[in-house]
């Protein structure tokens, strides 16, 4: 491993295979996705911080998280300081814009107009891209 130009994390193909379990292979490294409501993180209310699961960068914080109805962790934005990175991804005849780590590169989800947060926006984010680290033992209340 090393750091490439701009503080990025390079590693090889193998190097990334032998860090990560096989779906945050999948889902970082291959653009994958995992099923909606049976995820580790679609459902927390717990207090925390979410890091990427390929290189500890904080990604988004709980407080700006809310229950889409899509099945998959949702945040109205990111924590800032360019921890995420937009892309246009086509694939299957679809327009979406693709979200990843600012730091390693490694696919995290897609982003879309959500009119129903004060952003607009809705980063859906695979739960095996992240890690969860709790800061209290509370609960946070559930947005309406």
Known sequence: ?????????????????????????????????ER??????????DIGTYVCAGCG?????SENQFDSGTGWPSFSSPCGGGSVETS?????GKRRIAVS????????GHVCDDS????????????GAMLFFPSRKMKKQKRK
């Open 1 to 33: 491993m090393y750091t490439g130009s701009r503080g990025r994390i390079v590693r090889s193909v193998e190097e990334w295979r032998e860090s990560l379990t096989a779906d945050q292979f999948r889902i970082l490294r291959q653009n994958g996705t």
């Open 36 to 45: 909606p409501f049976v995820n580790q993180y679609w459902n927390n209310h």
């Open 57 to 61: 960068n904080e990604l988004f914080l």
């Open 88 to 92: 246009l991804e086509v694939r299957f």
């Open 101 to 108: 780590c600012a730091c390693c590169g490694g696919h995290l």
């Open 116 to 127: 129903s947060q004060m952003t607009g926006l809705r980063y859906c984010i695979n739960s």
